[in-house]
């Protein structure tokens, strides 16, 4: 182990490890490896930090998570330094975090930006990988981190006649870096997730007229977004330790909030509205919170829905747009719940409608507009709030190719199977962070990404004390744990909704739902637990003779 790359006898640069993606997940595995004194080298395509913070830059783009809480918790300094100036921070404001997070950590030495990484093979002989990336160069590391992101594949819909707008055509998550003007057009929004629910109030005020065509009727939270003060910052900074705490251990979600005594029906309606109400006030994902069994119990469910559809009946003026705004596809939160600025109410705006095409389905975009079955919209530009191929998607455009030239798209064609969602049988030595079987989209994603980082270099620390160079999960492990993600989920409502959770969104896509549900304390629990066990379940070896010696005998 050396913090400097070696050169291998065929004169290519030899790391450690190779880490994929500079977002928040790649920032900190460099940070980890490099203090531990590996040699590391990430590569990211972007021109800059911050992965899906660096590509989501549409109007309104900011998280659902207050930042005080969607912001590193391994520094001290950097937590007591950096000052949130809302509850909710917008994207750039979070960008900038990641940046300066980059520079107080002297980070992007290490880093090679505008590069993808195109292809990894394991060589079974050497025990190593040798990566491909887009500038043509070929490396070897002893191991590859994918820290490439959840959300962090944009997708464009297979629209007719898409390419022959004639007009610019902009997707949430892959928008300009220039600013965008509206003003003075004729805007057409497609997709009613959270980016679309977040840019449609902001394009709306821009627009000479909006149209947002919706599929599917989505639930929505208002923010209550706010300046913070001086004093609520304190206030944080103050109980950090007990916040950061509750997030990783106790909180389902990786987010500090009251939990909740009892399920929905314990209480009386009364009772029941007035919680409702008071979650609604404060505003947030933590609505959700409400209750104990508002993502087990469909009685329950019904409650929370109802609630929420009356709401939207009360803000939106017209009965027929407020009708077809309420969701009654699936329960509440069995899609991510979406948190809103004035979402609703922009549909009051003379200058913005709503049009179905769940009933009216989009036929083709035509060069100045679009027409579904049952008419025609004059458009001078489109945005696609279409979503993403979510938790496989950016794996899968790399690749990856292990034991016996096995490549991981072909393991996974019928859905992602992992150990922990940190491992795939038959890819040693490769990780992944926040991957498909861990909690990742259904929690905080920094308290997942921040467990994820330190198992990992714990495990690579331990590894090298050892002098162990190869690690592989074992089949039977693996499958148990498939098996239980699978078990989790379906002892929920989430099945019921066709969400990007189960890859119903991309065509074709095995429908699997894809992030774990257990909760982050429980899955922390167990991935500690699989540590000190000395890594059960996965096998570690010297060498690749000696794992031969050991899976003969
Ligand atoms: P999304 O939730 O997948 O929503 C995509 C929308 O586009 C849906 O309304 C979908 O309709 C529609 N759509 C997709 N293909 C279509 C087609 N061919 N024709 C018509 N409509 C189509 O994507 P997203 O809004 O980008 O959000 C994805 C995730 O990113 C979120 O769930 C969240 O986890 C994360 N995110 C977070 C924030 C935040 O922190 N505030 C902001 C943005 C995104 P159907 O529902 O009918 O498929």
């Known amino acids: 182990m050396s913090a400097l790359p070696s050169i291998s006898p065929e004169g290519r640069k030899t790391y450690d490890v190779v880490v994929v993606g500079a977002g928040f997940a790649g920032m900190y595995m460099l940070y980890r490896l490099r203090g531990a004194g590996f040699s590391v080298r990430v590569y990211e395509q972007g021109g800059g930090v911050g992965g899906t913070w660096y590509w989501n830059r549409y109007p309104g783009a900011r998280c659902d998570v207050e930042s005080m809480q969607y912001s590193y918790s391994f520094s001290e300094e950097l937590q007591r330094e950096w000052d949130w100036s809302e509850r909710y921070a917008p994207q750039p404001e979070i960008l900038k975090y990641a940046n ?159 939990l909740p005594d009892r399920g929905a029906l314990d209480d009386g309606d009364e009772r029941r509205r007035a919680k409702y109400e008071q979650r609604w006030q404060k505003g947030g994902l933590t609505f959700m919170y409400a209750y104990n069994d508002l993502a087990l119990s469909k009685a329950a469910n019904d409650t929370a829905a109802d609630f929420v559809r009356g709401k939207i009946a009360e803000i939106v003026k017209d009965p027929e747009t407020a009708r077809l705004l309420q969701p009654n596809s699936h329960p509440i939160g069995t899609k991510r719940i979406c948190v809103d600025t004035d979402y609703f109410a922009t549909f009051n705006r003379d200058n913005v409608a709503l049009v179905d095409i769940k009933a009216n389905p989009i036929e083709e975009i035509l060069p100045n507009g679009l027409r579904t079955t049952a008419k025609t919209y004059e458009l001078d530009a489109l945005v696609l709030a279409t979503g ?90 693996e499958d148990k744990w498939v098996a239980h993600v699978n078990e989790v989920a379906h002892a929920t409502l989430y099945p019921q909704a066709n969400s990007w959770y189960m890859g119903a969104n991309i065509p074709g896509k095995p429908r699997i739902f894809m992030p774990y549900i257990g909760g982050v304390g429980t899955y922390r629990q167990i991935c500690n637990e699989i540590a000190a066990k000395g890594y059960e379940g996965f096998a570690m070896a010297a060498n690749e003779r000696e794992r031969a010696v050991a899976v003969i005998s």
């Open 100 to 258: 300066h997070v980059a520079d107080r950590f002297n980070l992007r030495r290490d880093i090679q930006f505008n590069t993808r990484v195109d292809r990894a093979v394991f060589d079974e002989t050497a025990n190593t990988w040798t990566v491909t990336t887009s500038d043509g160069n070929t490396m070897i590391a002893s191991f590859v981190v994918l820290a490439t992101g959840c959300l962090s594949n944009a997708r464009r819909p297979d629209i007719k006649g898409l390419e022959s707008f004639k007009g610019p055509v902009y997707h949430t998550g892959n928008w300009p870096h220039e600013v965008v003007d509206f003003t003075g057009l004729r805007v057409g929004v497609i997709g009613t997730g959270s980016s679309g629910i977040q840019s449609v109030p902001v394009i709306a005020g821009q627009a000479r007229h909006l149209t947002v065509f919706q599929r599917t009727a989505n639930f929505s939270i208002p923010a209550r977004n706010a300046p913070l003060t001086d004093q609520e910052r304190q206030a944080f900074r103050q109980n950090y330790p007990q916040i950061r705490r509750f997030a990783r251990e106790v909180a389902r979600n990786g987010i500090y909030t009251d």
């Open 388 to 477: 993403f191929d979510a938790m496989t998607g950016s794996v899968a455009k790399i690749d990856i190719r292990g034991r016996n030239g096995l490549t991981l798209n072909r393991k996974w064609a019928e859905g992602p199977k992992t150990y922990l969602g940190l491992m795939s049988t038959g890819f040693p030595n490769l990780f992944i962070i926040t991957g498909p079987g861990s909690p990742s989209v259904l929690s905080n994603m920094i308290v997942s990404i921040e467990q994820h980082v330190d198992w990992i270099a714990d495990c690579l620390a331990f590894m090298h004390a050892k002098g162990l160079s190869l690690m592989e999960a074992e089949k039977d492990a």
